[in-house]
C-alpha cells in the first residue's frame, strides 16, 4: 500500500499496490503493521456500509466527541464520491483545514481519517456504494457533526448538494 499524507495532519490517502497476473490481480487494503509503521491507529472495532441512490447526496459532516473519538478508513466500492476530512483538533497545526479525494471503485483508493476529524462525502454518481471501517464503535451519545458548507472550512465541494437530510443540513457552523 502506499500512504500519501493529506494536508490535513495525519489524515492519509492508501493506494492499494495490485499484484496482477492472468486472473486479475491481488491487493492488500488493510495491514496492522503497515498502519502501525506510519503512525495510523491500527485497530479495527467496527465495519458499516452506505448506500446512496443519487448522484449529488452529501453526507457529513461527522464525528464522535471525546472519549468516544474514532478513526475511519474509507474506501468507495461502487461509484464514485468525493471523500473530505476536516481537521477539528484545537492543538493541531492543521486546525480547520480540509482535504479532500476522489475515491472510486476504479482507483480502489481509500482515505484514512484520524480521531478528532469529521468526514463527509459527497456522491459523485447514481448507486455509490461506501464502506468504513472504524477504530471505536459508533457511540450515539457522542456523536457530532458540523455543516457542509461552513465558511470557517471553505470546503470546494465538486458539485451540487441534490439531496440530504435533515439532520445533516441543520448541524450548526464552528464556534469561534
Same mark, same amino acid.
Request: charged residues 25%.
Given at each position: 500500500?502506499? #500512504? ?8 492519509? @490517502? ?9 486472473? %486479475?490481480?491481488?491487493?492488500?487494503? +488493510?495491514? =496492522? ?6 503512525? @495510523?491507529?491500527? &485497530? ?6 452506505? #448506500?446512496? $441512490?443519487? =448522484? %449529488?447526496? @452529501?453526507?457529513?459532516? $461527522? *464525528?464522535?466527541?471525546?472519549? $468516544? ?12 464520491? +468525493? /471523500? ?7 492543538? &493541531?497545526?492543521? *486546525?480547520?483545514? !480540509? &482535504?479532500?479525494?476522489?475515491?472510486? /471503485? ?5 482515505? *484514512? ?6 468526514? %463527509?462525502?459527497?456522491?459523485?454518481? /447514481?448507486?455509490?456504494?461506501?464502506? *468504513?471501517?472504524? &477504530? ?11 455543516? !457542509? /458548507? ?6 470546494? +465541494? ?19
Amino acid at each position: 500500500m502506499r #500512504f500519501t499524507e493529506t494536508k490535513v495532519a495525519g489524515a492519509f @490517502l492508501i493506494e492499494p499496490e495490485p499484484i496482477a497476473d492472468e486472473r %486479475g490481480f491481488f491487493a492488500r487494503t +488493510w495491514c =496492522r503493521e503497515e498502519f502501525e509503521a506510519n503512525g @495510523l491507529t491500527p &485497530s479495527l472495532a467496527q465495519g458499516n456500509i452506505s #448506500f446512496n $441512490h443519487r =448522484r %449529488g447526496t @452529501l453526507r457529513g459532516l $461527522h *464525528y464522535q466527541a471525546a472519549p $468516544h473519538q474514532e478513526a475511519k478508513l474509507v474506501r468507495c466500492t461502487r461509484g464514485a464520491i +468525493w /471523500d473530505v476530512a476536516v481537521d477539528l483538533r484545537p492543538g &493541531s497545526p492543521t *486546525y480547520l483545514v !480540509w &482535504s479532500g479525494a476522489e475515491l472510486t /471503485d476504479g482507483n480502489r483508493a481509500m482515505l *484514512y481519517v484520524p480521531e478528532g476529524c469529521a468526514h %463527509g462525502f459527497l456522491t459523485l454518481t /447514481d448507486a455509490a456504494e461506501v464502506t *468504513y471501517q472504524m &477504530s471505536a464503535p459508533y457511540a450515539p451519545d457522542a456523536a457530532r457533526g458540523v455543516r !457542509w /458548507d461552513d465558511p470557517a472550512f471553505g470546503i470546494e +465541494w465538486p458539485g451540487e448538494v441534490l439531496v440530504i437530510n435533515q439532520r445533516d443540513a441543520s448541524y450548526p457552523d464552528m464556534e469561534p
